[in-house]
């Protein structure tokens, strides 16, 4: 994750900034985070929300699962830990 607070997509090493797919990206980072308690996951996809938010969501198929990912934000800024499993 570079200073923009976004992810290549590509491996040219010129693509900076790009925030419009941190919503997917910090989702397996929320995932990653629950399954191993690594407070770097959390760190990383928090900023990456932060950047997403502030550049807007550009495409509303992304709303899906910012319920999700809300939820997941708020559990590990209130909580300080993962959001628990979901149950089956």
């Not at 969501?57 to 209130?78: C, E, K, N």
Request: aromatic share 10%.
């Amino acid at each position: 994750m570079d200073e923009a607070n976004g992810f290549r997509y590509t491996s040219c090493p010129n693509m900076k900034g790009y925030t419009a797919n941190n919503d997917m990206t910090a989702e397996i980072l929320f995932f990653a985070h629950r399954l191993g308690g690594d407070p770097k996951f959390g760190e990383i996809a928090m900023r990456a929300m932060k950047a997403a938010f502030e550049g807007g969501i550009g495409s509303i198929a992304h709303l899906r699962w910012t319920p999700h990912i809300v939820f997941s934000m708020d559990v590990l800024q209130t909580q300080g830990t993962a959001a628990p499993p979901a149950r089956r």
